[in-house]
């Protein structure tokens, strides 16, 4: 140790920064492994391939679906879209009907000022940058007015384009609910997901939650009753009782 040249103290050596770790994530025990395994394999069961409720017949209508659909329901995107898209099915067409003419169809969902400028920027970088073709990757779909993360996780996860789990608010319930997740933010929520359930039901998982939650395990009043899965609930005891 060096000796300091005041009062003949010994000076502390200066200590290095520790590097920061990352927290580590959270092991799952093996009966909570199983617990997971046989709830998606039962899932499976009840529903091989689970789709968007959203109608679409191509990729571009696919992904102006999703975004008209933000704080709205699918069957109020379906019927809007219905007639939009047999106007208007590709980013050329879109830019040929303009704002305004957009507008006219999308006018009974929230928001359709904003959505109908977005939708038309879209389709103005698809002419310009894609040839008018919808980019089926994340950073190119990410980088379309209107497209955020969400979007972009439902587009590529219905199209079996990469493994993907969508959190709006009936995923984040279910999550919760099913104790596969205890994060508070859709973005933790969908990091726990990606974690815990297994690879071959990843592409399907987005749909499977958000429909048991649509239908089944509600809000306000989850069926546990007919619920297919409520064996394998953990939050079925607070509701039954209720």
Request: net charge positive.
């Amino acid at each position: 140790m060096a000796r300091s040249a005041h009062h003949g103290m010994v000076a502390p050596m200066a200590k290095s920064p520790v590097p920061k770790k990352k927290p580590a994530a959270k092991r799952i025990s093996p009966a909570e492994r199983e617990r997971v395994e046989i709830l998606f394999r039962r899932f499976e069961s009840l529903d091989l391939h689970p789709k968007t409720e959203l109608n679409y017949s191509n990729p571009y209508e696919l992904v102006t679906a999703v975004a008209l659909s933000a704080q709205a329901t699918d069957v109020q995107v379906n019927k809007a879209t219905g007639p939009l898209f047999q106007v208007a099915d590709s980013a050329e067409k879109m830019l040929a009907l303009g704002e305004e003419g957009l507008i006219k169809y999308i006018a009974s969902i929230g928001l359709f000022r904003t959505k109908a400028k977005n939708v038309i920027a879209a389709a103005h970088i698809l002419m310009n940058k894609h040839g008018g073709q919808v980019p089926l990757n994340r950073a190119d779909l990410e980088a379309l007015p209107g497209v955020g993360r969400k979007t972009a996780s439902v587009v590529l996860n219905e199209l079996d384009i990469e493994p993907a789990i969508a959190v709006d608010t009936h995923v984040f319930r279910v999550s919760h609910r099913l104790k596969l997740s205890k994060g508070k933010t859709p973005d933790a929520v969908e990091q726990d997901l990606m974690r815990i359930v297994p690879g071959p039901y990843q592409t399907r998982a987005h749909h499977w939650l958000i429909l048991h939650g649509r239908y089944v395990c509600v809000a306000r009043k989850p069926k546990c009753e007919v619920c297919k899965i409520s064996d394998l609930c953990p939050s079925r005891e607070l509701f039954l009782g209720a």
